[in-house]
């Protein structure tokens, strides 16, 4: 490819899909990580720009007026932003599921510096983060995410009118769904931990010589361990399935991109 040869028009192309690219390498999980630095990151965005140019074709001739051609660099870098944050709402649901758990615990006073972010996460939280994150890399749901990112380019040709507002709806659901995938997480275990909590008082009552604080601590910390060991194989089963090439994130994720085309 001779990039001496190209034309204004081509090399306008190549920053819209660079930039949209470079979004969704900014939102999407694995690529956000602190540790990839911003360079690498820049890079696997024209290098995918390289590959994703000659197979795209603009919906419209593309503005020549600077102020316009901006507004369609922000656009198509929001539009990768957005691909980027809807999966990341499920490594969010996981985080706040292990959020609920370890308070019942008495885990909620120790906080962990998650090496992704830089962030302060709680123990059970970062553990759901990580085996997300590696379930993700084993069933290759990067590149599955990189075959969306290429879909999306056949579904919302860059230089077209792409309706936020018509997508606003998905958007919303999809963060509610954040909240319902962590109670149906953390539900089971949590669960256990209040009618323990429960129970503990009752014993209280009857008894009222026994310290239920002094045996209320490590009881709920054997049960809360035990019952996250039991439900690992489910939760990663289940997480199996979701970021397969056939799993229903990328359902989602295409359908979003039909709905604001």
Do not use: C
């Not at 957005?82 to 990341?88: A, E, H, K, P």
């Not at 669960?191 to 129970?199: E, I, N, P």
């Not at 009857?206 to 939760?235: A, C, E, R, Y």
Request: aromatic content about 14%; glycine content about 8%.
């Amino acid at each position: 490819m001779d990039l001496a040869t190209w034309s204004e028009m081509q090399i306008s192309l190549f920053m819209l899909v660079f930039f949209r690219n470079l979004g969704l390498l900014i939102g999407a999980p694995l690529f956000q990580s602190r540790n990839l630095p911003p360079m690498v990151r820049v890079s696997i965005a024209l290098f995918l720009s390289f590959i994703f140019v000659p197979f795209v074709q603009p919906m419209v001739a593309l503005p020549t007026h600077l102020g316009i051609f901006v507004f369609y660099l922000l656009q198509e870098i929001a539009l990768g932003l957005l691909i980027g944050f809807i999966l990341y709402l499920t490594f969010a649901g996981l985080q706040l599921a292990g959020q609920l758990i370890d308070r019942p615990m008495g885990f909620a006073m120790v906080n962990v510096l998650d090496p992704y972010t830089g962030n302060q996460m709680p123990i059970i939280g970062q553990l759901y983060y990580i085996i997300a994150l590696w379930l993700f890399i084993l069933v290759k749901g990067d590149h599955t995410l990189l075959n969306v990112l290429s879909k999306s380019y056949q579904l919302l040709p860059v230089g077209g009118e792409v309706l936020f507002a018509k997508g606003l709806p998905y958007i919303l659901r999809a963060f509610s769904g954040l909240f319902w995938l962590a109670i149906q997480v953390a539900l089971p275990i949590f669960g256990v931990l209040f009618l323990t909590d429960v129970g503990l008082g009752v014993l209280a009552k009857l008894v009222p010589q026994i310290n239920v604080f002094f045996i209320g601590f490590p009881l709920k910390s054997f049960l809360g361990m035990t019952l996250l060991i039991l439900s690992l194989p489910v939760l990663i089963r289940w997480l199996v399935g979701y970021f397969s090439t056939s799993g229903s994130v990328w359902t989602e994720l295409l359908r979003f991109l039909n709905t604001i085309r």
